[in-house]
């Protein structure tokens, strides 16, 4: 797997500025016809979280995918938009989340398909872990996989970029049952960095125009990047990524796995960097748990040593008072640890596996981590 990661500087979202950082970045892999050699079925992966305005910097930023889509359209392709965001997989939600992140105007402008088909797919992979993943339908059916990332904080991962982003080819709620299974960091890194290599997506871009810190993926602060990552290798992107925003790679257990592995050099300087001279930020991304609570050497720990680490080290969910007790936690919770009691949110910590999906999505960021 290459290690060559294309840094393209840009600052804003003006369409023909993204749209030429874009093509650069495929003519310095060989082009989009290089792209296309397997066919010309082009699934585009954004990372859509949830119902949000491209402001709040929660999914990627539709003139990153209307670029790319616009590039692919330009040679042949025929485009299908798709993710399965957390909650349920139905075309109720998809249309909210089309319209609220731009994607909808996306197509129209491009001619792409917003994916409809809710149907998966069993695919075997053997990786770390003999495993068999439910995959969405527009992925496990497409030529061309093009994953379009947005460079975020994780309360649960601690960064996710273009790795994590291949979480939302498993359908739904489906999701919620795998982070059940898979309660302990290390087994759930593990899982992703699986994952992303069944899925193998041919390129991966990071949208780092704006990305978020604080506490992402979805209730922390948008943070100007003033960059665009691109590589065929999706943990060499990530790698680059984090230190452009100043995080840490060993406090992110996926690269750590990634880099056991052999698919991603240990450190940035083994990475073969081309495009533009990009400085990382002056001031880094704050990261969603502060460093006391820092997972990332609970994988060095002694097997039977990690659940305790775990239970005293990972901090749980905090509910402010700004939960509307609208029930959405409650439906996202693999652990079934969540009810609304008087209004509100109720925690019961002995079924907690903190996953963080509540606080990844409560509409009004009322989850503190």
Do not use: W
Request: with cysteine; net charge positive; aromatic share 6%.
């Amino acid at each position: 797997m290459t290690n060559k990661v294309y840094l393209a500087a840009c600052q804003d979202y003006d369409k023909e500025r993204v749209e030429s950082c874009i093509r650069r970045m495929f003519n310095a892999f060989g082009g989009v016809e290089a792209l296309l050699q397997k066919g010309k079925r082009v699934t585009v992966k954004p990372n859509l979280l949830m119902a949000r305005e491209p402001e709040a910097a929660t999914t990627t930023h539709p003139a990153v995918v209307e670029a790319v889509v616009r590039l692919l359209v330009e040679h042949g392709a025929s485009v299908t938009i798709a993710d399965s965001p957390g909650g349920p997989y139905n075309d109720l939600l998809m249309r909210r989340v089309y319209e609220s992140s731009g994607m909808a105007q996306v197509a129209q402008a491009t001619g792409a398909r917003l994916n409809r088909d809710y149907s998966s797919r069993k695919r075997h992979y053997s990786g770390i872990r003999e495993r068999d993943f439910d995959i969405i339908e527009p992925i496990a059916g497409a030529d061309v996989i093009v994953n379009i990332a947005k460079m975020k904080t994780h309360g649960m991962t601690y960064f996710t970029g273009a790795v994590k982003n291949n979480y939302g080819t498993i359908p739904g709620l489906t999701k919620a049952a795998y982070h059940s299974q898979h309660p302990g960091r290390g087994d759930f890194a593990a899982l992703l960095v699986d994952l992303c290599r069944c899925v193998a997506p041919e390129f991966s871009i990071i949208d780092g125009i704006e990305g978020m810190d604080g506490k992402g993926p979805s209730g922390g602060r948008p943070r100007q990047g003033g960059i665009l990552i691109g590589s065929p290798n999706p943990f060499a992107a990530d790698l680059a990524a984090m230190h452009h925003c100043g995080l840490h790679p060993k406090r992110a257990m996926v690269h750590q796995y990634g880099a056991e592995q052999g698919l991603v050099p240990a450190a940035y300087e083994g990475l073969e960097l081309c495009g533009d001279r990009v400085e990382p930020l002056a001031t880094p991304f704050v990261p969603a748990i502060r460093a006391r609570h820092n997972r990332g050497f609970i994988h060095y720990m002694p097997k039977f040593l990690k659940p305790a680490l775990e239970r005293l080290l990972v901090p749980y969910p905090v509910f402010t008072d700004r939960c509307i007790g609208c029930g959405a936690c409650v439906r996202a919770c693999p652990g079934k640890a969540l009810e609304i009691c008087q209004g509100r949110a109720a925690l019961e910590k002995n079924k907690c596996i903190k996953c963080y999906c509540c606080h990844e999505l409560c509409p009004v960021k009322a989850i503190d981590l």
